[in-house]
Antibody, heavy 115, light 107 residues
Framework: QVQLKESGPGLVQTSQTLSLTCTVSGFSLTSYHVSWVRQPPGKGLEWMGRIQSGGSTYYNSALKSRLSISRDTSKSQVFLKMNSLQTEDTAIYYC?????????WGPGTMVTVSS | DIQMTQSPASLSASLEEIVTITCQASQDIGNWLAWYQQKPGKSPQLLIHSATSLADGIPSRFSGSRSGTQYSLKISRLQVEDTGIYYCLQRYSNPPTFGSGTKLEIK
């Protein structure tokens, strides 16, 4: 069955770089897009960006200067890197299968940005 | 960016009641709208896609409709397990944007 799981550090220092990994199973990264969505504590959902099945990437313009999404298809992994972190980047980060809609989600990983 | 204005922000209803949540798009998005349910501590779950199509495994008491640029999620015969926060999402254009959410609780 389709599964996604995020992993990464729970705590990152301000101004540092966040690196997250999304490991997928039950589908191929060369057939489906994967998006990253984040949710600050007690707040709503924000689309961050996606990597398409062909490898192209699209980013939210609000984050574009800080964000990079890549993948390793042989390992079924998608990577998110975001630099210059600030406290407002504290959030749960989700990866989702992006098939017209976000149809499957990982459980999310909480990232706290602190000085 | 397309703005999705969702209402109400919160809602309290009784078991078996019918509830309706709406999203107003800032421009035409056709049927490129989805609804999600998020329970505490969980990731969002797709309920409705393409404005009116029920996602796999979702009970038929959930339904979606469209009138112009206004979209509605209706829950018939409210159940205890329907508690949570509901979000709409537009996929008409990039970036995909979510409504601000509706918190539904059972009286």
């Amino acid at each position: 069955q389709v599964q996604l799981k995020e992993s990464g550090p729970g705590l990152v220092q301000t101004s540092q770089t966040l690196s997250l990994t999304c490991t997928v199973s039950g589908f191929s990264l060369t057939s489906y897009h994967v998006s990253w969505v984040r949710q600050p504590p007690g707040k709503g959902l924000e689309w961050m960006g996606r990597i398409q099945s062909g490898g192209s990437t699209y980013y939210n313009s609000a984050l574009k200067s800080r964000l990079s999404i890549s993948r390793d298809t042989s390992k079924s992994q998608v990577f998110l890197k975001m630099n210059s972190l600030q406290t407002e980047d504290t959030a749960i980060y989700y990866c989702t299968r992006d098939h017209w809609y976000f149809d499957f989600w990982g459980p999310g990983t909480m990232v706290t940005v602190s000085s | 960016d397309i703005q999705m204005t969702q209402s109400p922000a919160s809602l309290s209803a009784s078991l078996e009641e019918i509830v309706t949540i709406t999203c107003q798009a800032s421009q035409d998005i056709g049927n490129w709208l989805a609804w999600y349910q998020q329970k505490p501590g969980k990731s969002p779950q797709l309920l409705i896609h393409s404005a009116t199509s029920l996602a796999d495994g979702i009970p038929s008491r959930f339904s979606g409709s469209r009138s112009g640029t206004q979209y509605s999620l209706k829950i018939s015969r409210l159940q205890v397990e329907d508690t949570g926060i509901y979000y709409c999402l537009q996929r008409y254009s990039n970036p995909p944007t979510f409504g601000s959410g509706t918190k539904l609780e059972i009286k």
